[in-house]
């Protein structure tokens, strides 16, 4: 069954600290890995999305891995904001078109002063 | 370059009714997907439409419709409505569809409230 699981489910750090938010997957045949923040009340922000063949990707302070041999993929937010306060959703791909979008629950990051 | 708009923003309505939802995608767009969140199940896919045709369809019964005109912009339909759809819907554009690795820009949805 295609699935995928984030942890934590909820995080909160102080101002400034790094965090790691991860995300494993089963899904197959994998087609692409996308990092999504979403702000309350807004839709989902495009972070990343990584192929494959990529196992790093970088968009600002927010870096994605992905380990396609242990599906598992991490986002690393440095140096954090009050500003970086969402949920961030991780969405694994499997070839065939849309029906094939697995969404993670989601983890739910307070950054507090 | 304006983003993806969706409108009403917020929507109420009663048990039986049926609704109507706009989305206008980001200029040149010609894929727009549909999304249901909800607490309970997050996000889940509903439609995606490409040059006017349903090119995809996730796991909802036929009270959900939806259509995309010329120009790109979409419409969902939900027909007899039930407490249960209360959610945000969500639609997203982007030039292929995810499937060819496209970003997909999200609206910020319409907050559907069914009583």
């Known amino acids: 069954k295609n699935q995928v699981e984030q942890s934590p489910q909820s995080l909160i750090i102080l101002e400034g600290k790094n965090c790691t938010l991860q995300?494993?997957?089963?899904?197959?045949?994998?087609?692409?890995l996308r990092w999504y923040k979403q702000d309350t009340g807004r839709g989902p922000v495009s972070l990343t999305i990584m192929t494959f063949s990529e196992n790093t990707k970088s968009n600002g302070r927010y870096t994605a891995t992905l380990d396609a041999d242990t599906k598992q993929s991490s986002l690393h937010i440095t140096a954090s904001q009050l500003s970086d306060s969402a949920s961030y959703i991780c969405?694994?791909?499997?070839?065939?078109?849309?029906?094939?979008?697995?969404f993670g629950a989601g983890t739910r990051l307070a950054v507090h002063p | 370059k304006a983003g993806v708009t969706q409108t009403p923003r917020y929507l109420i309505k009663t048990r039986g009714q049926q609704v109507t939802l706009s989305c206008s995608p980001i200029?040149?767009?010609?894929?727009v997907s549909w999304y249901q969140q909800t607490p309970g199940q997050g996000l889940q896919f509903l439609f995606e439409?490409?040059?006017?045709?349903?090119?995809n369809k996730g796991n909802f019964p036929g009270r959900f419709s939806g259509r995309q005109f010329s120009n790109s912009r979409s419409e969902m339909n939900v027909s007899t409505l039930e407490l249960g759809d209360s959610a945000l819907y969500l639609c997203?554009?982007?030039?292929?569809?995810?499937?060819?690795?496209?970003?997909?820009?999200f609206g910020n949805g319409t907050r559907l409230t069914v009583t």
């Open positions: 200029s040149g767009h010609r894929s």
């Open positions: 969405v694994v791909s499997a070839t065939g078109g849309y029906n094939k979008l697995i």
């Open positions: 997203a554009s982007s030039l292929m569809g995810a499937e060819y690795n496209s970003p997909l820009h």
């Open positions: 439409y490409f040059s006017e045709t349903q090119r």
């Open positions: 995300c494993n997957y089963t899904v197959s045949p994998f087609s692409n």
